[in-house]
Nanobody, 120 residues
Framework: QVQLVESGGGSVQAGGSLRLSCAFS????????MGWFRQGPGKEREFVASISQSGGSTTYTDSVKGRFTISRDNAKKMGYLQMNSLKPDDTAVYYCSADPAARFSAPRYWGQGTQVTVSS
């Protein structure tokens, strides 16, 4: 059974930074591509970023390109989302996800989410 636990959320002023972490437990971490999603107030959940099993390939939604960086450490079974130059529009609950086939239209596993609040 795979479990994902996010941490690192919080409140920050616009222009600030946060680093989200996703701890993976269960089966072999390295067979799963990882992704981050977010759901802002009154909005649908949206894709933010993903990273391949090896970490060699990353994808970002346009609104975070150049500001967010996704990474992973397979030895530690951890995923990360470094968020810089944060904007109030980045306010959301951020979810970590994992899927063995990188199908981020419907990832197999989800974390419980961590709140990020950006004030102007």
């Amino acid at each position: 059974q795979v479990q994902l636990v996010e941490s690192g959320g919080g409140s920050v002023q616009a222009g600030g930074s946060l680093r989200l972490s996703c701890a993976f437990s269960g089966r072999t971490f390295s067979i799963y591509a990882m992704g981050w999603f977010r759901q802002g107030p009154g909005k649908e959940r949206e894709f933010v970023a993903s990273i391949s099993q090896s970490g060699g390939s990353t994808t970002y939604t346009d609104s975070v390109k150049g500001r967010f960086t996704i990474s992973r450490d397979n030895a530690k079974k951890m995923g990360y989302l470094q968020m810089n130059s944060l904007k109030p529009d980045d306010t959301a609950v951020y979810y970590c996800s994992a899927d063995p086939a990188a199908r981020f239209s419907a990832p197999r596993y989800w974390g419980q989410g961590t709140q990020v609040t950006v004030s102007s």
